[in-house]
């Protein structure tokens, strides 16, 4: 099936937009490596994939306070000191002419995370690229974690499109893959991931970078 362009992109946040390297500082102080982000974070997915496949549900920053602790010594003030830092993120260097560049040619933008409400927002401000995005949208309003279906349509629904006329940007394939299991059209690149799993089906658009992934859905076509 052929892919329309979208009339709203959304794009996820924590890497995707957002640098995490204040996480990453926060755990430094705390006598850890930063390398140690990456197994947290991991295991933080886990925790709220599996509360939400099983039905349950969790807010990111408990799991990610759950993960700190079984992957560290941290006490829990500590562990709160670290996750305040998710309040501290600001956009890649890439972001603002992308955003800038889809809002120029008259496609919507907003964001879609199940991390904490109010990450996106100030990220967002300190990057000086609010105006860009016109809502910021966190599924903890519905109790869900992305990847699962109901969070794609909820955004969808939420921004009056069709799931075909949207479309999700992300860094993380498992997030493009749910995307576009629910009917959306997935955009992923490279960031932290170096390559698509194979595992998963192909992503509609796949590029080396973030720029290229919005010249791609810019070039699909209209109707």
């Not at 099983?54 to 306070?65: E, L, V």
């Not at 120029?104 to 105006?131: D, F, K, N, Q, W």
């Not at 479309?167 to 995307?179: P, S, T």
């Not at 959306?184 to 698509?196: K, M, N, V």
């Amino acid at each position: 099936m052929s892919r329309l362009r979208p009339e709203v992109v959304a794009f996820d946040v924590n890497e995707t937009l957002l640098d995490l390297a204040p996480v990453r500082a926060a755990l430094i102080d705390a006598g850890h490596p930063g390398e140690l982000l990456r197994p947290v974070f991991g295991r933080t997915l886990l925790l709220g994939f599996a509360a939400s496949m099983t039905g349950g549900w969790c807010r990111f920053r408990d799991a990610f306070d759950d993960a700190l602790a079984q992957e560290t010594d941290l006490d829990a003030h500590r562990r709160s000191a670290v996750a305040d830092a998710f309040g501290e993120l600001s956009p890649h260097p890439d972001v603002e002419p992308a955003l800038r560049r889809l809002t120029e040619a008259g496609i919507r933008v907003v964001t879609l995370t199940h991390g904490s409400p109010g990450v996106a927002e100030a990220g967002l401000a300190r990057g000086g690229i609010s105006p860009l995005v016109e809502r910021t949208l966190s599924s903890e309003d519905i109790r869900a974690w992305k990847p699962a279906r109901e969070v794609y349509l909820w955004a969808a629904g939420a921004c009056g499109v069709a799931p075909g006329r949207m479309a999700l940007v992300a860094a993380h394939a498992w997030d493009v893959l749910g995307a576009q299991r629910a009917g959306l059209t997935g955009a992923w690149f490279s960031r932290g991931e170096r390559t698509y799993p194979a595992v998963f089906d192909a992503p509609h658009v796949e590029a080396g970078d973030l720029p290229a992934a919005v010249d791609a859905l810019l070039t699909l076509p209209a109707a």
